[in-house]
Structures are given as structure tokens and as C-alpha cells.
């Protein structure tokens, strides 16, 4: 299954990713940055219903100079105690970054306007990760409508969420790592969808569906034929 969710990542197709019975234990549309389109995004805010946001790989995110939101809290003493660990991972702090719209949009929350900002991130970190410019406030304002999660250092060695899950699928796939995420959730219980639920929704829509497991299992083979 593996296989196949990283031919589809390559093919620029949805997969859905879940995390971990004992973690978040949720389902999240993922796809390569640099294919999203406004039918995406519409497909992601109808069918998942969470939160729309683009993980970046963290050698990329070091070359942009995007920070942890945390680290930003941290740097404001009257914000200091809106700091702190989240309850499905009390060794890590959040992977939360900045908010953003690129600059050519006008509101920033449409469709097509969240599709523009998606596809500058993935052109920014495909830049950044091949020593090209850096320079990403004179593309992206802040605050905006798309949220960029930053991937920890170490990726699956030292946290083990959607994000770090999504950048080692797009690295094993050879893909700009960067990759658009958002939780599905249930209509009728305001819960998270479960995962068989999730499964099913893949059965009827042709996706993928991979367990973290899989994608775990898979991260450490590769890194043990790059030597690492």
C-alpha cells in the first residue's frame, strides 16, 4: 500500500493519511503543494472539513526563515502562557508556523486564492531546497488564510504527526517536499472521522488510504539504504 500512496503522491492525487491509534487517531486529505488546485482545496474544506494547512520540509523551512509559532509566543511575555504541550504529544511542541497569503491574492480564504498561496509555498521550498532565493516575506504577507506547519528536524526520529508523516512520504516519493493536509471530520458527531469511515470514503473516491505504521515502517528502510 505504501507503493501505491507514493505513486499517487508523485501523480499529484490525493492520498489519506492517518496518524496512529494511540495519537491524534485521525484521517488527513494529503497532497503534493505543487498540484493543488481550487477543486482541492473545495474537495478538502467539503469532504474533510478541518483545517487547511501545508507542511514544509525542515531543512526548507530553515533556509525561510519560518519560525515555530511557538517560538513566537515565546518571544512576547504577555502571550508566555499561551505556550505549552499539546495532549496527543506531550514530548513535542506544536509544528504550527505562520499564517500566510501570497501577495497577488486579494481576500486570501477563496478557493482559488488558497490554491495560489499553496502552490507559491511548495515553488518557495522547491527554491530553498536547491539554493535559489529566499527572500519569502516578498512573496507572502502575514496574517493569512493558509497555515504552514513546520516539519521537526529528524522528521519520524523525533515526532510523529501529519506533518512529519506527509514530508517523509514526499521525500521517499521524490517530490518537493511540501504537502497539503487537512483533517476529515464527522458530520454527525463533531468528532474526528473514524478511520474505518475514512477508509470507506477512500473505497468510494478511488484514494489511498496509509497507515503511519506503513509510512513509519517504509521511513526507516529508506533511511537505512541511505546509510542514515
Not at 191 to 209: P, S, T
Amino acid at each position: 500500500m505504501i507503493d501505491t500512496a507514493i505513486t499517487a503522491l508523485q501523480a499529484g492525487e490525493f492520498i489519506l493519511l492517518y496518524d496512529f491509534d494511540d495519537r491524534e487517531r485521525e484521517t488527513d486529505f494529503a497532497i503534493r503543494s505543487d498540484a493543488v488546485t481550487s477543486a482541492h482545496v473545495r474537495q478538502m474544506r467539503k469532504d474533510g472539513g478541518g483545517l487547511i494547512c501545508t507542511a514544509v520540509h525542515p531543512g526548507a523551512a530553515e533556509v525561510l526563515g519560518l519560525p515555530f509559532a511557538f517560538e513566537l509566543i515565546a518571544g512576547n511575555p504577555a502571550m508566555a502562557g499561551l505556550g505549552g504541550q499539546v495532549p496527543y504529544d506531550l514530548k513535542n511542541p506544536s509544528s504550527f508556523s505562520l499564517w500566510v497569503n501570497h501577495r497577488s491574492t486579494f481576500t486570501g480564504i477563496t478557493d482559488r486564492d488558497r490554491a495560489t498561496t499553496i502552490t507559491a509555498i511548495a515553488d518557495e521550498v522547491k527554491r530553498s531546497m536547491n539554493g535559489g532565493g529566499h527572500n519569502f516575506a516578498a512573496h507572502f504577507r502575514s496574517p493569512g488564510h493558509v497555515a504552514l506547519l513546520r516539519a521537526t528536524e529528524g522528521l519520524l526520529s523525533r515526532r510523529r504527526g501529519q506533518t512529519e508523516l506527509s514530508i517523509a512520504l514526499a521525500v521517499m516519493a521524490g517530490v518537493t517536499p511540501a504537502i497539503t493536509i487537512c483533517e476529515m471530520l464527522d458530520d454527525e458527531t463533531g468528532l474526528a472521522l473514524g478511520k474505518e469511515d475514512a477508509r470507506e470514503y477512500g473505497r468510494r473516491h478511488g484514494l489511498v488510504f496509509v497507515e503511519g505504521s506503513e509510512v513509519e515502517e517504509a521511513w526507516g528502510a529508506y533511511m537505512e539504504e541511505k546509510g542514515n
